[in-house]
């Protein structure tokens, strides 16, 4: 079946940059999705991306797709302490009706 | 527009109860699924429902079951409880009938089986 993996933290300093980074191990087309995840709380979703794109852009979010290397990233510029939560990469693959989650980044972000 | 809501927020059970967990699709969506998120662990897909028939089901017992209602909302029913069904169940909904649509999240039931 399908598998995503990510990275499970990552700490980065209030105003820069922070790249999380998902695998994935089916090539078959899909959706892929990041939801964000505060302490005590549902999913979130914040963007997505179907697998014929290579980019997508909202506000401060930048998503890149390597379909070569099934890889998808997340970027969030000028990160503030709001953004302190956990990012779970997703992907819904073509004839399922569901969801496969990766496991997770917690990002933790320094004032 | 309304989100998806789920009820009760938080849940204690003992072990060999039943629990029934709801949930109350966003407006203008018509697929609802259900997900279990372990302590630490990302959301595993337990089924979907659509048109009031399960559309789709994850690695989970038949103790693990669901209705969908004609206004959408769904439930969630455990029986037989064991300890590691300790966890957040969390609802979503979407718009299409094959689960490829985006898929909104409600905030979760907390549920301690003890």
């Known amino acids: 079946g399908e598998d995503v993996e990510q990275s499970l933290f990552l700490s980065v300093r209030e105003g820069d940059s922070s790249v999380i980074n998902c695998t994935y191990t089916?090539?078959?087309?899909?959706?892929l999705y990041w939801y964000k995840q505060e302490p005590g709380a549902g999913l979130q979703l914040l963007t997505y991306i179907f697998s014929n794109m290579d980019m997508k852009q909202d506000q401060r979010l930048t998503v890149l797709l390597n379909k070569k290397d099934k890889h998808l990233s997340l970027r969030i510029a000028d990160t503030q302490t709001g953004d302190s939560a956990i990012y779970f990469c997703?992907?819904?693959?073509?004839?399922?009706?569901?969801?496969?989650f990766g496991k997770g980044t917690k990002l933790s972000v320094i004032p | 527009e309304t989100g998806v809501t789920q009820s009760p927020t938080h849940l204690i059970k003992t072990r060999g109860q039943q629990v029934t967990l709801r949930c109350s699709s966003q407006?203008?969506?018509?697929?609802v699924s259900w997900y279990q998120q372990a302590l630490g662990q990302g959301p595993q897909f337990i089924f979907q429902y659509y048109r009031e028939e399960e559309n789709g089901r994850g690695n989970f017992p038949p103790r693990f079951s669901g209705l969908q209602f004609p206004n959408y909302s769904s439930e969630l029913n455990v029986n037989a409880l064991e300890l590691d069904d300790s966890a957040l169940y969390l609802c979503a909904s979407s718009s299409a009938g094959k689960g490829t649509d985006t898929q909104y999240f409600g905030p979760g039931t907390r549920l301690t089986v003890l």
């Open positions: 997703a992907g819904c693959w073509a004839g399922s009706y569901q969801l496969t």
């Open positions: 089916d090539s078959s087309s899909t959706y």
């Open positions: 407006s203008g969506h018509n697929t």
